[in-house]
């Protein structure tokens, strides 16, 4: 229906998260019934992003500036650095704004399971920033599953020769739940409650 | 043999009582139902017919109201409809799918479960009210069914896994945590072995690993200790049942009957993280929540359960589902929903009476299914009767009882 290029545009957007194939059919379909307002605009978009945002080289967050937005704000808690499984992690945690120090993207989870490896892993920057000074603590913030917890274990273990403080995420975080999926008050209350790992 | 039954049905049938009772099942395209819409009646049904009709795949459908993989702990992709060749084939690419709508108090819910369409995840999806719930605790507090089986019979003489699995479901029930727990635990302990099996792996991610499962096998551990603990004193002084002593055979479990978890759990950890060679060369993680046995006694005579006749070991296991479906009722106010697949068969004269008189006095629903009718002849009246053939369902006008209703 609509030709290869109809279907080749289906076929990508179905990949995007949160869309199977038959909403990624009425998105595309959406896009092709108006292509000088919504099509245009979404090519210049991406075209636009994909030219300017760029991993942070010191956290890993995704902004157009290096260093992003947080490490750059003076007014951020240098001291404290928080953890994060990805991205999107990070995105959720600012968004519930209760954490005031800076961040560090580990990249992923361990996983024997076909899953990733400790050199696969965002390590050797973040124990870089530590070995430069000024960090007090590091607030373990992984998702609360089997290899969330492993992980955050591996991580202090790494951590213990610099002696700063590791804590992690109080409980409260639905067991096997990313923390992108919880709401703010959720996450703002296991950022308070945090405790030693 | 219809002589049995008397000629009218019996007038002031046991009424609907408190608890959640399945009003409304429709099963599609699952095992051999292509589409079945049943609307029981009453708390008792009893449905009877030839062996291969059917009549375990209706109480497994039920089952899988459940969160778990249902009374014949079947796997997901298994339980499509086979297509069959003097119907037609079955439309391609079409989910199984099974619906249930419960009374409870004044109102009702429902729960479904089906194979996803789209998507290549093989596993099975549940509804609940229409919409996915926030929890698997959250359709376990709404909902507990208990069940008996043919394969049942064997639980006693089978593998541990069997019987752990039997009782993880009963500890499930009063403890909804408990799935998360022994989840938790089996995942821990792949993950370990997996990285003892390739080797070289890195101490502080074994160590993560083991305390996990340390966590999670003490937390399980402690669950299945309380319930079998409640189960023993809840069991009723007066059953015609033989009492069943339930005894748990685990290392982590003698820990904790005489230390605090949080020391056991250190315990475990340690003998986890010294055990690495060993548990690397036998390819196995010997310490765990996965490595318990229960065994199962005649608390009055004190003979194991695997010493007993196959008939025996049936009141046994009757008599303990009877006395967990009594603690459930207490505990969470409500009876749980009874399965019982073959009830009768094994069972002498004198418990299989006993059996009828429990479930005439079950303030919850039960769905019990044989090959002959005849066997149910004490629930006449009482119970409401269908006759299966084929995934067909059709009311049994030779078993007086309230009218059973039914649509195809
Ligand atoms: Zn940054």
Redo the contacts with the bound molecule.
Sequence with gaps: MGGPEVEALIALLAKLPGLGPRSARRAALRLLQDPEGRMVALAAALEAARRAVHP?S????L?SRD??A??ADPARDGSVLCVVESVSDLWALERSGVHRG??HVLGGLLSPLGGLRPEDLSLAPLLARIAEGGVAEVIVALAATVDGAATGHWLSDRLRPFGVAVTRLAHGVPVGGSLEILDDGTLATALRARRPL | MTAHFPSRPVPGAPEVAAGPLLRRLSIRQFRNYADLLWEPAGRLVVISGANGTGKTNLLEAVSLLTPGRGLRAARTETLARTPDPTQGPAPPGTAWAVAGRFSAGDGSFDIATGAPTEGVSARRILWLDGAKPPSQTELAARLAVLWLTPQMDRLFSGSPGGRRRFFDRLVWTLEPAHARAIAGAEAATARRNRLLAEGGADPGWLGGLEAELARHAVAATAARQTVLQRLAAATPANSPFPAARVTLRCPIAERLRSAPALAVEDWLRESLASARREDARAGATGLGAHRADMTLADAETGRGAELSSTGQQKALLLGLILAHAALVTAERGAPPLLLLDEPAVHLDRSHRDALFAALRGYPGQALLTGVEREAFAPLAGAASALRIAAGALAPDPAFPGPEPRWRL
Excluded at chain 1, 58 to 61: E, F, K, L, S
């Design positions: 942070c010191r956290c890993g967050n902004d260093p992003c947080i490490c800076r961040y």
